[in-house]
């Protein structure tokens, strides 16, 4: 993994700094995690399939061993997280933002940084499994469906998408 310093973008919605993930970013990481599914992805997916995509019981000792293996950063505002995201290799495993800091630019930024950093280590082909509410981000950045998914998490049956982005 690159060597990492903390960055500041300005956009026209939002001024944020990215940085790498630390441990003690992680129980903030799952409160937000737990409401952003629960507002954002309401839309598109039931009560039932919110709680058990998200029932508000992390293993946070699991979380942070994850983010610390893959290449994390956060996106920070006054010192607030209002995104995170992380990747493995080429696949991007999670991305959330802050339910109250949407279409303000804080995603792309996120994607644009570890996708930057992957193309650095030699990486070429991403990866994700887009939520419902995702997929059109992902297809902006060009990511394409690859094949329509059903997940079942706690007995509940979760579509997403197996999205592909090939920069070869």
């Not at 973008?9 to 995690?33: P, Q, V």
């Not at 839309?43 to 994390?72: C, M, P």
């Not at 509410?133 to 950045?141: G, I, L, N, S, V």
Request: charged share 25%.
């Amino acid at each position: 993994m690159r060597e990492y310093h903390e960055k500041t973008i300005s956009g026209a919605k939002c001024r944020m700094n990215i940085r790498r993930y630390t441990s003690a970013d992680c129980a903030e990481m799952a409160e937000l995690f737990y409401n952003t599914v629960h507002t954002v992805n309401a839309r598109d997916y039931t009560e039932v399939q919110l709680n058990a995509w998200a029932n508000g019981s992390i293993d946070l000792t699991a979380w942070d061993k994850s983010f610390s293996e893959h290449n994390t950063i956060v996106a920070t505002e006054d010192g607030i997280i209002v995104g995170f995201g992380d990747m493995d290799g080429g696949y991007l495993d999670r991305l959330y933002v802050h339910r109250d800091h949407q279409r303000q630019g804080i995603a792309s930024a996120i994607v644009s940084e570890l996708e930057a950093q992957a193309v650095a280590s030699g990486i070429s082909v991403f990866t994700t499994h887009a939520s419902k509410t995702a997929k059109p981000f992902f297809e902006k950045r060009g990511y394409v469906a690859v094949r329509k998914r059903k997940v079942i998490r706690g007995g509940v049956v979760l579509t997403n998408y197996a999205m592909e982005k090939r920069l070869d």
